[in-house]
């Protein structure tokens, strides 16, 4: 997190391991009390990224979390070179984040209903889906369907990763057709939107939720704000692409402080319970 | 499943007796010994403003064509045209991405670039011929989905992400043709099917190359750089079995004769179809599932194993 | 028939016994003539209304039209009276048309092909929909379903039937029901949008055929204009609710010109013709 | 079929033992006898601003209720609330027509006046309630649906077709309770279901009373005359069998006790869904078909007889 410091105080006043500024208030924030605040801003209630592992912590049950598939890792299918090898930039990723890839599974129970959750991390390379992220997602749904538990998946993306190319494309196709078969089947999937939600992630999985929830503030969008304000050639509104635009245009069920998420997503789930529960109509 | 499918070979090497299989295929890149263009080639003929676009490949291809209009929620989409017509004087519903031949037939058609209710549209249709059972062909060629904020308002990503969800489970056959530039999401949107072919000079990206330059190599000139890159010229799709076989172009290039390039089409969906509606629609859609579903190559460490690549559709369909 | 003389000619030149005015470019047309260009004007191709037995000579083969529940009449379940009793305005429109309701049903050929077909007649009060329409059309829909026939309805009306009340509104739940039917058993309907064909009928069944065709410059819309008008405060732009309008905003399939009419028809039927068939895909 | 639904009567006059299947509900206008209210009395106390809106039902009918928003396609409708709730400790979908209160909350929910993505939203929801096995409650209470220009843009008629299209044949029970206007068919489109009830001074009509004397009668102000013609009145309709029951009103109108009313649609909602979840959802569909199927007075000289008239709820239910 880069330190702006608008207040004329100087820097050395507020260290970074110690302080961090938000971006949206100024305010500066004591980063064990922003951690103790699930990352939310306390002066203006601004979410900050959160990353997989303190994601899971505020949706998972305590210790109810078993990881799937933890060491599954990409290969280079395309040799694909910029200015670093892909190989050198997922070695860096998984030094950076401590996972694997940019998506972490496995079966959880939520206010004690048990599910199969996933949740993605921005951090490792822009929470970018390539075959690993693919792969995991697809082996969560067919889980969930096999198990007929409900998935949940906290999407945290840019986008489909580039140097996977047109493999990476495909995992759009191959992560809808394993919710479908969801669908088909009358499994609840829950979707969550996190800041951001963009592209491939978006134009795929993300948007099929049962119910699709979103993060107050989070960017969701398709196409990058840089090439839409491109397109038109003028600046965007202020709020466009933001979860509170996609509600008011149709796209979201609720935009729920995290704080909440939890619960709300455990009274959906409780609703949709799949047959046999004792909580349903008896249809 | 796969022997039902290869119940085709049984009938022997003629298939269904009446076209070989892989009439009018490349099914393997041996075909371009030393001979493959380069990506950036592939690029600019993919986008060769005089290539044949979908309108043209539909008037060539198929008979009787009566194009149906409209998402019944918010507007007709100039950038996609649907239909039904006749292929071989059987019924079928084809939905394609339109681009112009001229600058004022791009504004119109927005150079390719659908709107979400473009895609409402083709999914409007891809339910008819499931309810009809006639087979749906798509013709994809868009540089992508449109990416202004009108688009964003109405759902671009929905749209989309439903187009590519009815597609996976439409209980019909489905042959895509990937005739020029198959653009991101906008591309994939219509190009899930039982079998994905493309036009030789076709190019299928995950983003465009200038957009990839501009992003890792922050500067759109090393858009030729990306397109190498990322492998998204027609022998690198058959490679990685983005596609399952391309359909061979005149000499010059597509933009050369319409006339030859519709009927290298026609052979090929002619023979493709025939094969298809032979298969049982549940072993369709599972076989459908499965040749999505391989992409991707990840290690497990643990379970010291690679993932296999997909199999070429053409060993899938005949099982060797 | 009102004729406007823009020409300043004396109308007893035009009796109008012999000759109607085209309302869009004003050239006098001699009535045999229009009558033998399906009611189209010669001169700019204005689409006239046509009556339930005229659009039969359109688009039934020859002899080949069979009507059923020619004899259904109207009760009058409210004993509504407005500045006449509900029975003596039906006695004058059946006098007027030569018809018990508002709508024709039978089954018929359109180019070989078997299909039950509706006709609604715009001069019987409007077009619009009661008991009768209802239940004849409903029948229709059925007895489709029963012969796995296309069902083919040209909808020409100004809404649900104001002296029946309720009654006539439960019609819209009724027709569509029974449309819903030929839906869930595959079988093609086929609706043909005239002039004009609004309120009620285009919100139920009218709305929902597998092809949606329109005749051109037919007002179609939910609202009257003159209520849309009034809503907002000012005119409303050219073009409003016709059937062009309708093709632009993803409504209609086609516009097509009386003289296609028929063949267009063919051709959808003959696409989607029911299992067994020959021109199919043997799927 | 019958005997299915009528199962719950060999259960005892307590239906399925929790609450007999009339709790609540006015069944036979002979408990009117010389008391009913003018059609004009109804046409005013139906709109009442105070009286109580579906908001004001839903929290104190359910428990728990969380709204779900938008169409997935355009806009997130105001007019329309929907959402997931409890109904006695187990879960529904309820969707329903929300006026305001005041002239503020009025503009904003467009004065109950849904635009076409309201119904589009409406429709979403109740797929979800199929979906999951969830009855659905409808609450009617609207004008008429938006007739401006946008919605004619945005297809209002498309949209109410297709909602009374899903609901005809939607999978799971449905209660439809009118609260207070059921304005034409912008109403009839939350209005297609298993049992449909209304609150005593609730008006449900296929125009409104203004509408339809400024056509017959060409003039406005002859509305009071038109709405007594028109029979729009809630005995009115359990007499046409538009509805099943009544559900009785605090004596002054809802609108002078918002928790009384609420009590009794409570009543009324969990004796109708106890009773209607234990009926296969096959037969439902085919006596939800029967239900409306049925309405309609016609002649038929030559068969020499008159279609009977909607058999009313109580006798249909109960096999009397
Ligand atoms: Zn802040
Ligand atoms: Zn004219």
């Not at chain 2, 009566?66 to 649907?82: K, N, S, T, W, Y």
């Not at chain 2, 391989?294 to 010291?304: C, D, I, K, L, N």
């Given at each position: ?5 608008p ?18 208030c100024?305010?500066m924030?004591?980063?064990?009390q ?8 306390t002066n ?6 959160l990353?997989?592992k ?5 949706l ?21 070179v ?21 998506v ?7 206010s ?16 970018s ?6 792969e ?8 969930a369907?096999a ?6 998946i ?33 499994v609840?999937f ?18 099929l939720?049962?119910i699709?929830l ?16 491109e ?13 509170e ?7 979201v069920?609720?935009?729920?402080p ?21 909580l349903?109509?008896?249809? | ?5 290869a119940?085709s070979?049984?009938?022997g090497p ?23 263009p380069?990506?950036w ?8 403003i ?15 064509f009566?194009e149906?209009?409209g ?22 519903v084809?939905?394609?991405q339109?681009?112009?031949?001229s600058?004022e037939?791009?504004i ?13 549209k ?6 008819l ?8 062909v ?6 992508g989905a ?21 597609m ?23 190009g899930?099917g ?11 990206s ?11 190599w ?19 799709l ?7 076989a391309?359909?061979k172009e005149?000499?010059?290039?597509a933009?050369t004769?319409?006339?030859?390039t ?20 549940a072993?369709?859609?599972s ?10 190559t990840v ?5 010291g194993?690679?993932?296999?690549p997909?199999?070429p559709?053409w ?6």
């Amino acid at each position: 997190m880069r330190l702006r410091n608008p207040f004329g105080r100087k820097p050395k006043e507020f260290p970074s391991h110690l302080w961090t500024q938000c971006p949206n208030c100024g305010e500066m924030l004591f980063n064990k009390q922003l951690a103790r605040n699930q990352s939310v801003c306390t002066n203006c209630g601004h979410h900050f990224k959160l990353g997989a592992k303190e994601r899971l912590e505020l949706l998972a049950d305590a210790r109810s979390f078993t990881e799937t598939d933890a060491d599954m890792v990409s290969s280079d299918p395309l040799g694909f070179v910029d200015s670093k090898t892909y190989p050198d930039r997922i070695a860096a990723a998984q030094a950076k984040t401590g996972h694997k890839d940019a998506v972490l599974t496995g079966t959880a129970t939520i206010s004690d209903i048990p599910v199969v959750l996933a949740v993605m991390d921005f951090e490792f390379m822009g929470g970018s889906m390539g075959s690993v992220v693919g792969e995991k997602l697809t082996r969560a749904a067919e889980r969930a369907l096999a198990d007929r538990a409900p998935l949940v998946i906290v999407a945290a993306s840019g986008g489909a990763r580039m140097q996977e190319g047109t493999i990476a494309l495909m995992q759009l196709a191959k992560t809808v057709a394993a919710v479908t078969r969801l669908d088909e089947a009358g499994v609840p999937f829950v979707s969550v939107l996190t800041d951001p939600t963009t592209g491939g992630v978006l134009a795929s999985f993300a948007s099929l939720g049962d119910i699709v929830l979103a993060e107050p503030g989070a960017l969701i969008g398709f196409s990058g704000a840089r090439v839409t304000s491109e397109t038109i050639g003028e600046k965007l509104p202020k709020g466009f692409q933001r979860a509170e635009f996609l509600l008011d245009h149709g796209f979201v069920d609720q935009v729920v402080p995290r704080a909440q998420l939890k619960e709300r997503i455990a009274f959906f789930l409780g609703a949709f319970r799949v047959a046999g529960q004792d909580l349903r109509w008896s249809l | 499943m796969l022997e039902r499918i290869a119940g085709s070979r049984r009938a022997g090497p003629e298939g269904n007796g009446h076209l070989p299989v892989d009439a009018g295929l490349i099914t393997d890149t041996a075909a371009y010994a030393g001979e493959r263009p380069t990506a950036w080639q592939a690029v600019q003929t993919a986008r060769n403003i005089g290539r044949p676009h979908a309108l043209d490949v539909i008037s060539r291809v198929f008979d009787r064509f009566q194009e149906l209009h409209g998402d019944r929620g918010f507007r007709d989409d100039p950038a996609i045209v649907a239909g039904i017509a006749e292929l071989g004087g059987r019924p079928v519903v084809v939905v394609g991405q339109q681009k112009g031949a001229s600058t004022e037939e791009n504004i119109e058609r927005n150079f390719g670039m659908p709107y979400p209710e473009g895609y409402r549209k083709a999914i409007r249709c891809y339910r008819l011929a499931e309810k009809f059972h006639l087979p749906l062909v798509t013709l994809v060629d868009t540089p992508g989905a449109y990416p202004g904020p009108e688009a964003e308002e109405r759902g671009q990503a929905e749209a989309i992400a439903s187009s590519i969800q009815v597609m996976s489970r439409l209980a019909t056959p489905i042959v895509v043709v990937v005739l020029g530039e198959g653009g991101s999401g906008g591309a994939l949107a219509l190009g899930v099917g039982d079998v994905v072919l493309a036009l030789e000079n076709a190019i299928y990206s995950v983003i465009s190359p200038e957009g990839s330059a501009a992003i890792l190599w922050r500067s759109a000139a090393e858009a030729e750089r990306a397109a190498q890159a990322m492998k998204l010229a027609g022998p690198d799709l058959l490679e990685t079995g983005v596609v399952d076989a391309l359909i061979k172009e005149p000499a010059g290039g597509a933009h050369t004769d319409h006339d030859a390039t519709a009927a290298a089409i026609k052979t090929a969906l002619v023979a493709q179809l025939e094969r298809l509606v032979r298969v049982p629609v549940a072993d369709l859609l599972s076989l459908r599932y499965e040749r999505f579903r391989s992409f991707g190559t990840v290690v497990e460490p643990r379970a010291g194993e690679v993932a296999a690549p997909p199999r070429p559709w053409w060993r899938r369909v005949l099982g060797r």
